[in-house]
T-cell receptor, first 112, second 110 residues
């Protein structure tokens, strides 16, 4: 039982490049979330999903897109990376609305 | 407006020196209050869920308690390996998101 896994662990991009971060969970959770964490800013919600085929915006969605084609996977895309998107990205999942979330190990992204 | 405030921002203790971290919250329709531990460079690790005032949960040297307005994370006789950032969060009964506090950085000196 791996819990929540994230791929890749580290990535360096140049401004304007695109990439996709993959999150997978094996707990059969309905809800999945993408956060970014920056020094002094805490965890900020980017996008989330309440079930397969659904997505919704969080508090900082601009510059990101997401897809939830399978229940166990939640993808975060950056179409044209900017230096302001340098951050650590965490994926999380939960069983249902308002319940505790379980986090992945994170992806450290640097945009030059 | 739903809000979570943690204090202090940072706490430095000597090994064996017990203390408490505070999490104050305002939320209409509390689903649960959650405590997490986060080590540098890692994702938050789930510790406890508290559902109603008066509830207590324990794990090793940690004990979490809940009132109608705040939660405390008591740490008894801490060891250097307890050094981490501790995050508090609340879940709303009618919202998909949970609200995180900014965390308390705990440092235990040997």
């Amino acid at each position: 039982n791996a819990g929540v896994t994230q791929t890749p662990k580290f990535r360096v991009l140049k401004t304007g490049q695109s990439m996709t971060l993959l999150c997978a969970q094996d707990m059969n959770h309905e809800y999945m979330y993408w956060y970014r964490q920056d020094p002094g800013m805490g965890l900020r919600l980017i996008h989330y999903s309440v079930g397969e085929g659904t997505t919704a915006k969080g508090e900082v969605p601009d510059g990101y897109n997401v897809s939830r084609l399978k229940k166990q996977n939640f993808l975060l895309g950056l179409e044209s990376a900017a230096p302001s998107q340098t951050s650590v990205y965490f994926c999380a999942s939960s069983y249902s609305r308002g319940n505790e979330q379980f986090f992945g190990p994170g992806t450290r992204l640097t945009v030059l | 407006e739903d809000q979570v405030t943690q204090s202090p921002e940072a706490l430095r203790l000597q090994e064996g020196e017990s203390s408490s971290l505070n999490c104050s919250y305002t939320v209409s329709g509390l689903r649960g209050l959650f405590w997490y531990r986060q080590d540098p460079g890692k994702g938050p690790e789930f510790l406890f869920t508290l559902y109603s005032a008066g509830e207590e949960k324990e794990k090793e040297r940690l004990k979490a308690t809940l009132t109608k307005k705040e939660s405390f994370l008591h740490i008894t006789a801490p060891k250097p390996e307890d050094s981490a950032t501790y995050l508090c969060a609340v879940g709303h009964s009618s919202a998909s998101k949970i609200i995180f506090g900014s965390g308390t950085r705990l440092s235990i000196r040997p």
